[in-house]
């Protein structure tokens, strides 16, 4: 599972309350919890996607990664 180039894993913080379903979900303990918020390691995800469905929310997405000024 090749990794999306330019892109990022990212945590809508609006709208995730800690439920810990991607966690539980991620093979490769890429996300964590920090309170009621779930923190991304990009440096552990492979962007395989099995984290995104399991979001009851839909707080989690692939984003293209903001390009710098
Ligand atoms: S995309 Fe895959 S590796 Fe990345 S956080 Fe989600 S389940 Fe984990
Ligand atoms: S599954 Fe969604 S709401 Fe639950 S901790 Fe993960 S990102 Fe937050």
């Known amino acids: 599972m090749a990794k999306r180039p330019g892109h990022v894993m990212v945590v809508d913080e609006e709208r995730c ?13 890429a996300l964590e ?10 440096e ?3 962007h395989c996607d099995l ?4 979001c009851p929310v ?4 692939i984003k293209e990664e903001p390009l710098l000024a």
């Open 44 to 46: 552990r995800c492979t």
């Open 33 to 42: 919890l920090e309170g009621i918020l779930a923190i991304p390691t990009e």
């Open 58 to 61: 839909n707080a989690l997405e």
């Open 17 to 29: 309350f800690g439920c810990a379903a991607c966690i539980a979900i991620c093979p490769l303990s």
């Open 51 to 54: 984290c995104i469905p399991a």
